[in-house]
């Protein structure tokens, strides 16, 4: 059975507990929490056993994962007053959850490495409801003797576990993946403003896309084939597709004096890879 301590207990870190005390795989883990507001504690009272400080979470830990807010957090509870590097005895290792600037990271590995203790970054995707299934996508950077150590612990929230290679990799992974996030959800909002100001009602654009995105080929599977990317092969006929189908739409737009940035720099794009000169 291994040790595992949890500092952070907000939605990521109270559905890593949960998933982990489901012993997915037969694994068991006996776990420990941290957090800074009680009231977290006390919902989890059922799941881990509650310390008063992160060095105390992670004494003697085999693993101790990370899920705080931001930088300035992670820096706090891994070598501020009582940190989890103040531990007697220290934890075996050390996994960053939050999702932090790669400078954090880096500094964390040196500081980490400087006390005998491995690290690696884990960059989650999918959320609470990926946490609940015990499913979430976790990129992971470190280097081999690091990731064995903590891949039975992050299997057990996971599926899958994806080792991206040397340490920053799975923040620099996760950084990568919230681009796409973040811009699908604003080139989403600006295509239903067209549809709307087109006079589409919402609902009934909101149910044509999510029956065709069942069909659509997915952004990714163009990325595997190396369309749009300058190392990768290319699609002139898709690219010449999506150039005159995103000149319609810009073109609806102008009729209603609506301005469409994300559908600008798209047309750009694929305009390049189409060979199309934009006029």
Known sequence: MSKVAIIGLGSIGAGVARALAQGKGGRLHELTGYDVRPQSLEELAGVLRAAATPAAASAGADVVLLAVVDDGQVREVLEGKDGVLSASPLPRAVVILSTVTLPTVLWAGDTCAARGVALVDCGVSGGPHALAHASITSMVGGDEAAFEIVRPVIDGFSDPTIHCGQLGNGMRAKLARNLIIYTDWMVAWEGARLARAAGVPLDKFVQCVTASDRWVRPHMGLVEEGVGLESGASRP??????????????ALGAELAMDLPAAELALARFGAVAGVTQP
């Not at 006929?237 to 810009?250: G, H, P």
């Open 237 to 250: 006929s898709t690219a010449a597709v999506a150039d005159k189908d995103l000149r319609a739409a810009l």
